[in-house]
């Protein structure tokens, strides 16, 4: 069991389970009912997506923002959120992601991390 960290919008691999869009808004121009269809996500979970003052200051210049987005995330409701994760990723499979197609500028890549000192198990 294990939790993967995936591009929002690309195919889903073989028993990848629930998605889980950790995103701050829905994709554009798609209708809900299409969200899963399209391998966006099958659950939108905005609680764990950088707030939209980080996205706007990332969007500038990444410098700082993952110090900043493990700030956000040390709230009490995306640290509970955090727990769950990484409690369920021994149970089931299932995925977590957002837009960015560099996984290096984008806040998954820190999400990664810190679902990994929840002790969460995390695919390769």
Known sequence: MAI????????RAPGEGLRLGTVRRPPRGVRKSDYAKLNYYDLWLPD???SQ????RALKSWDGIPKLYRR????PAAERLLGLLAALSHQTHFSVGCYCEDEERCHRSVL???LHEH???LAS
């Open 112 to 114: 990664r991390d810190l």
């Open 53 to 56: 003052k980080l996205v706007t």
């Open 48 to 50: 764990l997506a950088p």
């Open 4 to 11: 993967r960290i995936v591009r929002l919008g690309s195919p």
């Open 72 to 75: 956000e995330m040390q709230a």
């Open 119 to 121: 002790g969460a198990n």
